[in-house]
């Protein structure tokens, strides 16, 4: 099972507001702009793994921006699931190791996983192969950060750094698996 982060970040490592406002994302709301190679991304998994707070942030987007595409959202409470996406959205309460687990058993291969304390809970657990982290010249301050305490160093390896007309740099890495200590 491969695990990808897809992600932008503020230069301060924020990936959000501290109410979890992401008004400062370029593009927000505007059609016809650059998409990142998102939609390449998005082509290449099998599902979408993301905490509670991403799911309702993507609901506020007025349209379900993830069409048929399945999705798994974290979360130890109740997750109400409108029934114009009950047939690719479900809920799970599981640790991620569990989660992968569930996931592989249906034959995926390819997990996109979303959302502070999802990518942070895959990667304490390991699970996360790799990173494309697009970072936007904006220094926000104070936020929800994309990383937080580690019990060890990831150790990652830079694959590549594409920089955009509009500022924003996107740096893809893979984590490495075994780090000679």
Do not use: C
């Not at 048929?68 to 047939?87: F, N, Y």
């Not at 995926?108 to 192969?129: P, S, V």
């Amino acid at each position: 099972m491969i695990g990808t982060v897809f992600i932008a970040t503020s230069l301060d490592g924020f990936i959000a507001r501290e109410d979890g406002g992401i008004d400062w994302l370029p593009g927000v709301g505007e059609v016809g702009t650059e998409d990142y190679g998102y939609h390449e991304f998005i082509d290449s998994i099998d599902a979408i793994v993301m905490g509670r707070y991403s799911y309702e942030m993507a609901l506020s987007f007025g349209a379900w921006p993830y069409g048929e595409k399945p999705v798994v959202v974290l979360s130890s409470r109740t997750v109400a699931i409108g029934q114009d996406i009950a047939r690719t959205v479900e809920s799970i309460n599981a640790p991620p190791h569990e989660v992968v687990q569930r996931l592989a058993g249906r034959g995926w291969r390819h997990l996109y996983i979303d959302g502070g304390k999802t990518i942070q809970g895959f990667l304490r657990e390991d699970l996360i192969h790799r990173l494309i982290i697009t970072t936007v010249p904006i220094l926000l301050g104070t936020g929800i950060p994309l990383f937080g305490p580690l019990s060890r160093e990831i150790h990652l390896q830079h694959l590549e750094t594409r920089p955009f007309v509009n500022g924003l740099v996107q740096s893809h890495y893979e984590v490495r698996r075994h780090v000679a200590e």
